[in-house]
């Protein structure tokens, strides 16, 4: 009889206990996997966002605040020649449907930059030309269509959440495929125009978005800028759209670090469960293993036999809970609102939760495979007798 032909036996002595034991490490794996790949998402879209080479210009003190409107143009004649392709200003809306509580991620931007500020959502010129013509204009993300069933040249009506809590009517005119984000954009005019009839007041800005030309102009925007605005009344502070984003995230706690501190944590349950497998197969097999070591059996083939089940195990659990999630993520695109791009299983993610289901298995097999190897054979056998 083979090594894989007796370690197969094994397994299959008991096969509800195999099954379960092979549910109880998948599941904690399969949690493994995912929570490994929702980090890797953002990390990607942090990464994303520093390739698009856009820094964020805001209040010093909290990016919630306002500043004037003419530090657009303030900046634009500051920059050397070359240095800013584009800024694009934006205002927090926060918009949400008559007689519904639930808000979603409006703002209002300015319309001449804002399809060269986000270029990568790819705007066809007929939709920029529409956007720029229709005064009640608005860009819908696909997946915030999707979730509330518009189509192009729907008209929408939403209720600010910001005092004085504006009324505003919008006309979709474009559905960009590349935008991922739940977001709705409308133009920053027709918001200041509303703005102003209600508080006689102009609207500030929240963050002006500037794409640089290059790494040497993001240098130069990252440093001059907030010494420009030193010990004014509207000091500021500027950095990467990464960085931005990754404050943002930390504002409502590390759940990123949570979920991944969770995803290793979890893998324990898996060793725990596997290792109780492997130590009541042990205790039921004491005898067996005495007269197998007895007919000749050395005690390392013993030791590697039960190292081998246990690796088997694990093997098995890693491979029911990350290839179908690895394939489904592989044909089908799986959004989460606020990342860019379809979440999936990275392959290098994949052979890592492989590597972590072999190693809680073998982990779990160490301390049963030496108890059999130094199993004591006379005294053992007397049990039998």
Not at 199 to 209: A, C, E, H, V
Request: net charge positive; proline share 5%.
């Amino acid at each position: 009889m083979t090594s894989f032909t007796l370690t197969l036996k094994n397994l299959t002595r008991n096969r509800l206990r195999t099954a379960l034991t092979l549910a109880a490490i998948a599941l904690p794996l399969l949690v493994f996997t995912v929570s490994r790949s929702l980090v890797d998402s953002v990390k990607e879209t942090l990464a994303d966002s520093d390739r698009q080479m856009r820094v964020a210009v805001h209040q010093k003190l909290t990016y919630t605040a306002s500043v004037p409107q003419r530090v657009r143009k303030e900046i634009e004649d500051m920059a050397p020649p070359g240095y800013i392709t584009a800024i694009c200003g934006t205002a927090w809306f926060g918009g949400r449907l008559e007689n519904k509580r639930a808000t979603f991620p409006s703002m209002a931007v300015h319309r001449d930059t804002f399809p060269i500020v986000y270029n990568e959502f790819g705007m066809a010129p007929d939709e920029i030309e529409q956007f720029n013509t229709e005064r009640r204009g608005a860009v819908v993300s696909p997946f915030l269509a999707n979730r509330m069933n518009w189509k192009l040249g729907d008209r929408v009506t939403l209720i600010g959440a910001i005092p004085p809590f504006p009324k505003l009517e919008f006309v979709i005119v474009a559905i960009p495929p590349k935008m991922d984000a739940p977001w709705f954009y409308f133009g920053l005019d027709y918001y200041n125009e509303a703005y102003e009839q209600m508080t006689g007041r102009s609207l500030g800005i929240n963050n002006y978005w500037l794409k640089c030309s290059s790494p040497q102009a993001r240098e130069w925007a990252l440093t001059a800028i907030d010494k420009y605005y030193a010990n004014s009344e509207y000091e500021t502070k500027t950095e990467m759209e990464s960085t931005f984003f990754a404050s943002f995230i930390e504002s409502g706690g590390d759940w990123v670090g949570l979920v991944w501190s969770v995803g290793r944590l979890i893998v324990f349950v898996a060793v725990a469960v596997a290792f109780n497998t492997m130590s009541m197969a042990f205790r039921e097999r004491t005898r067996e293993i005495a007269v197998m070591r007895a007919v000749g059996f050395s005690a390392s083939r013993v030791t590697r036999m039960v190292l081998s089940e246990g690796t088997a195990l694990g093997l098995l659990g890693g491979a029911i809970a990350i290839l179908p999630v690895y394939v489904i993520t592989t044909m089908f695109e799986i959004e989460v609102p606020g990342l860019r791009g379809a979440i999936h299983i990275a392959e290098n993610t994949a052979m890592m939760a492989i590597l972590v289901a072999l190693a809680c298995g073998f982990v779990a097999a160490c301390v049963p495979a030496l108890m059999a190897g130094r199993l004591h054979v006379a005294a053992a056998l007397r049990k039998v007798v």
